[in-house]
């Protein structure tokens, strides 16, 4: 397949890895690293085309400061080594960028900024003000101040976020490895996957952990699924190597090309399948299920059985069946406190007896997506 999408590209959101920014576990920031991916970014520019960088390495760029050997395993420590090193982060990619007379930006993002939808639609808005005014925006996890996304999250799945708030034609993750393989790499005989059209196409493969340096969170599943997000957001996603990227953004078959799906899911839908975290949960009785999952309609109070949690008008929810089964994940339109009183009734007996404003939906089909 032809790899115009990745030269023709005029938005990309570049996403470097820790290992390719640090070198080995332990290591200090890797300054002639960090200058390639300057330079990247500005070729890329010159040929027209507007770069995001999403920038892993601020827990790694630390670690040499404080005089640890590895990745440190407990969650203050992390956060002490990511507010030394995002800093050390920042100032190298400023210095090598004002070099060029080029204008960039610290963008730190935690989890809330993408899962409420106000906070979602301010980081879209200031990353687009950026762009237009020629900046380059270093994004990363604020992770000395977070806690699960340090734990649990990782910053090829923020990319996959990014390039959906942005609207992205190209998404491209540097890492250590310099493509997708049909078994690991260190393996005789294992061949790079060049192109993906279909993940039904590599689902038999083994992928690991976390890169070889040991200072990374992520790994190829993290890195399958951003492509999983970005494609089905109609953005193809490129994984090469940091030393590989030049010829890769040039077009050659180098890396791994994860082609955009035909069909594409609306971007409101896809920010609350893989964006939004639940704050509570509806379970369904077996007729809701059933309508939700084959007729794409709204869900009613009438097929709600029981309500899970606390959470506000606006939240994102799951609904689940009784067996506990999570069928979908929606915008809820009623406080947690007020929905006890609304299950199994029909919106014409609610609004009779609680008012007109209870004759709507508990979640519309329009704020719903299935999982």
Do not use: C
Not at 193 to 206: L, R
Not at 331 to 358: C, H, N, W
């Amino acid at each position: 397949m032809s790899r115009q999408a990745v030269t023709s590209a005029k938005r990309i959101v570049l996403k470097v890895g820790s290992s390719s920014l640090t070198g080995s576990a332990g290591s200090a920031l890797d300054a002639t690293a960090v200058g390639k991916i300057v330079d990247l970014a500005t070729s890329l520019r010159a040929r027209g085309a507007e770069v995001l960088i999403v920038s892993s390495g601020a827990i790694a760029a630390g670690l040499a400061p404080l005089k640890l050997s590895a990745r440190p395993k407990d969650l203050p420590t992390q956060q002490a080594a990511a507010s030394v090193g995002q800093g050390l982060l920042i100032a190298k990619y400023n210095e090598l960028f004002t070099a060029h007379s080029i204008v960039s930006s610290q963008v730190l993002l935690t989890t809330e900024d993408v899962v409420r939808r106000s906070h979602y639609n301010t980081a879209q808005q200031t990353l687009s003000r950026l762009i237009s005014l020629g900046v380059v925006p270093i994004i990363n996890e604020n992770d000395s101040v977070g806690t699960a996304e340090i734990r649990f999250g990782d910053n090829d799945r923020l990319a996959a976020l990014v390039a959906l708030l942005v609207q992205a034609d190209l998404l491209v993750l540097i890492s250590d490895i310099d493509a997708l393989y049909d078994a690991h790499p260190s393996q005789p005989g294992a061949n790079a996957i060049h192109e993906v059209s279909d993940f039904a196409d590599i689902d038999s493969i083994e992928v690991g952990g976390a890169g070889s340096a040991g200072v990374g969170s992520g790994g190829m599943v993290t890195k399958i699924e951003a492509a999983r997000i970005a494609t089905s957001a109609g953005t193809p996603m490129l994984l090469t190597s940091l030393s590989n990227s030049t010829d890769a953004l040039a077009g050659k078959e180098i890396g791994t090309i994860f082609h955009a799906q035909v069909s594409k899911t609306n971007s409101r839908l896809l920010w609350l399948a893989h964006a939004s975290s639940a704050r509570g949960r509806l379970v369904l009785d077996a007729g809701a299920v059933t309508a939700i999952l084959e007729k794409g309609v709204s869900l009613l109070p009438a097929g709600v059985t029981a309500v899970e949690g606390e959470f506000s008008a606006g939240d994102t929810v799951e609904l689940s069946s009784r067996d506990g089964k999570v069928i979908a994940r929606g915008l809820v339109a009623f406080d947690s406190g007020e929905i006890p009183q609304m299950l199994g009734r029909s919106t014409k007996e609610l609004a009779a007896t609680l008012g007109a404003e209870y004759e709507r939906e508990l979640v519309h089909r329009d704020d719903l997506v299935l999982l």
